[in-house]
């Protein structure tokens, strides 16, 4: 198995009058620092959609609804499988930890928890010892995100809270209404911070192909899997993903190193109100230069950056970092998935 480089990614997107991600014990409302107001996207919602969208590309992965339900972990494990049913079907494998790898690729990105329920059926416990003895408790994952918060405070729209809708009750032409119950926000734009660990990687069979997947995965699951009522108004803005050389050194925290430009409107509303000051971010790039061997990227021409001497599209960005010095590979998400494909 060949050997990877370690990885970091800055992925940034934007959401507006939308509600990226509600928090079910909060009444779904969005959510929310409550001392600093920022927008909170955590990673499981992330991985959600990285999930979906593998899932739409014909990968199969082990975390997902099957028959529109959540299943239990041995059900899961059947269906990744393909539809093993006991303890005999396990001995058609040469090796059941590689098969289930291979077919579930969210675990070779995300990792797994592989405890499975005891049962009062003969078989089915039988088939759950045979799982524990030919599978670890879990696998970590050699990518993971850190939850996002947003570059700017965000603001609730109760213009929405209250919504209602209208129907016929096709009696007599009556009308009835129920409350849509809509929970959004007005705007917000989220950088996420991640890491592709070249240690785990050998621990889940992580290949080249599976990191370059992402490279693509990231910004088409933003705009393919958005597309529900709530949660449609969000859009892919930055995707940069930093390839080292070998070793294990990373910059870290590439989040941390994206701010409000003061250029920016003060209250947000959309992307034409944002100026991000990405100056730290390529100071970081310029300092830690002798260490990285390729920069991945792909901006959105309505993105503003200031970085540092003017400000640029966010398309333009890749190629500001060539001019720079950089080796830059800059993505065309159309074109290298259906190569991928």
Known sequence: MTTL?????????????????????????????PDTKQGIITDVRLKRYLRDQLLDDGYDVYVKKTEGQSQTRTKLIKDVLGGVKDA???????????????????????????????????????FRSALNSALPNHYQGPVQFLPAKS????????????????????????????DLDDKRIKYGIFPFWGLIDNNCAKSTNLTQADVERLDTLCWRALKNQTTSRSKLGQAPRLYLRV??????????????????????????????????????LVDA???????????????DGRLELDVGDKTIRGDEFGAYLANAGHSVHEIDVLEERELAA
């Open 5 to 33: 480089n370690r990885s970091e990614i800055l992925f940034t997107y934007d959401a507006q009058d939308c509600n990226p991600n509600g928090n079910p014990i909060g009444d779904n409302r969005p959510r929310r620092d």
């Open 285 to 299: 790039l310029d300092h830690a230069a002798e260490r990285i061997k390729t920069l991945h990227i792909v901006g």
């Open 243 to 280: 390839e080292y050389e070998g070793g294990n050194y990373h910059i870290g925290g590439l989040h941390n190193l994206l701010e409000l430009s003061p250029e920016s409107a003060e209250s947000l509303r959309s992307i034409n109100d944002v100026v991000i000051d990405a100056s730290a």
């Open 151 to 178: 570059l700017n405070q965000v603001e609730e729209n109760e213009e929405y809270d209250s919504l209602t809708s209208v129907i016929s009750t096709g009696e007599e032409n009556r009308q009835g209404g129920f």
């Open 88 to 126: 005999d079907d396990l001995d058609d494998f040469e090796d059941v930890g590689t098969e289930f790898l291979d077919a579930a690729t969210d675990v070779r990105y995300f990792g797994a928890t592989l405890s499975f329920e005891s049962s009062d059926d003969e078989t089915d416990e039988a």
